[in-house]
């Protein structure tokens, strides 16, 4: 969804995206194929640019890393961001020309970019949902009742990997190959 920032009004403008009005389901079928979400964000206008604060409530379906069983997380993530217009690049010169009329020592959080006066929200909120993501997703229960199921089926796994390799060396692997003489 685009985001026609020359429309936006002094006091700013809110929207609110959710599975059921649409907006952004195409942009996040990846990564929330079926989930409901709910996005708010205000963005006012700051200068030369422009600010926007929001938040994003959904759940992630992942699998635990320890036990392999599925999970749902909560994600309830607020976002702040300034919104730069994309520079245009000029090839004729290599000097970076700055302005002033921002004032960034307040919290301001991160920058996003946009490009010939349109925000593309679906991309931002696909980018936040992607980097919220964890890495190695745990139920976060030491007395998880699948880790003791999960462990034993990776002793058995072993056990027959072990198995294999006894059975199995490499030298009789070599005798087997044979060698076609030219």
């Given at each position: ?13 809110s ?56 999970l ?58 992607a ?52």
């Amino acid at each position: 969804m685009k985001i026609r920032l020359s429309e936006i009004p002094e006091d700013g403008r809110s929207f609110s995206f959710t599975r059921e009005t649409g907006e952004l389901n195409k942009s996040l079928k990846d990564l929330i194929p079926s989930a409901p979400y709910k996005i708010e964000m205000t963005i006012r206008p700051l200068g030369n640019a422009y600010e926007m604060d929001g938040r994003l409530v959904t759940s992630l379906s992942e699998i635990c890393s320890l036990c392999g069983w599925d999970l749902n997380i909560p994600l309830n993530k607020p976002f702040k961001e300034i919104l730069l217009e994309e520079p245009e690049i000029d090839r004729e010169t290599h000097h970076v020309h700055g302005s002033g009329s921002v004032d960034f020592t307040h919290d301001v959080g991160s920058s996003a970019s946009y490009k010939d006066g349109l925000f593309e929200a679906g991309d931002f909120v696909h980018e936040l949902v992607a980097i919220s993501e964890p890495l190695y997703p745990s139920c976060g229960d030491p007395d998880c009742e699948h880790l003791e199921e999960a462990n034993l089926k990776r002793a058995e796994l072993a056990a027959e990997f072990a198995k294999a390799d006894e059975t199995r060396s490499p030298f009789a692997a070599l005798k087997d190959v044979q060698l076609k003489k030219q």
